[in-house]
């Protein structure tokens, strides 16, 4: 349930402060008169954008790397090869965060039906559980052992049904 609830305080943390970035964003869209583009990820892998004036015009110039008319085409071709370089540079980056996070999101969901099948075995309801299904070896001593005390407690309450019933 802990895991649960720093996920939604981390949400609502992520949500907050992406507003706040958009309203400063805002501002110095207006108060400067520039273009602005902005793309975020979530930890769920949601992007949300902001732009001034849409993020598609921002994004085309920046991947097409249209820059002020005042710049030569030396410059313009320098600008052109730092842009890729950097693009490439970001690109593994990015990839190589995609990897951590894919990681992240497998051992997260590893713990999570770890911790599902603990608390199963520690509630009333452990006997729904396939132990074939189980990969665990604690969990699957848990359930033996649960088992075994149901098959203890039933061969006792036989020995005194066939006891009551034979007394005369």
Known sequence: MKVIENYADRMVT????KQKI???LSELSLLCGTDVGFLVYSNSGIPYTFSSPSFEVIA?????????????LLQQSNINVQHKEKMEELCKVY???LEKADAEKQ???????AEAEVLLVEKDVWWRIDPTMVKDKEVLM??????????????????????????P
């Open 107 to 113: 051992k997260g969901m590893a713990m999570g039906k």
């Open 142 to 167: 848990q359930l033996l052992e649960k088992y075994e005390d149901l098959c203890e407690k039933l061969c006792d309450e036989m020995v005194a049904s066939n006891q009551i019933q034979n007394s």
């Open 95 to 97: 990839n190589s965060l």
């Open 22 to 24: 958009y309203t400063k």
């Open 14 to 17: 992520f949500y907050k402060r």
């Open 60 to 72: 085309k110039r920046f991947f097409n790397s249209e820059g002020s008319s005042s710049t030569s």
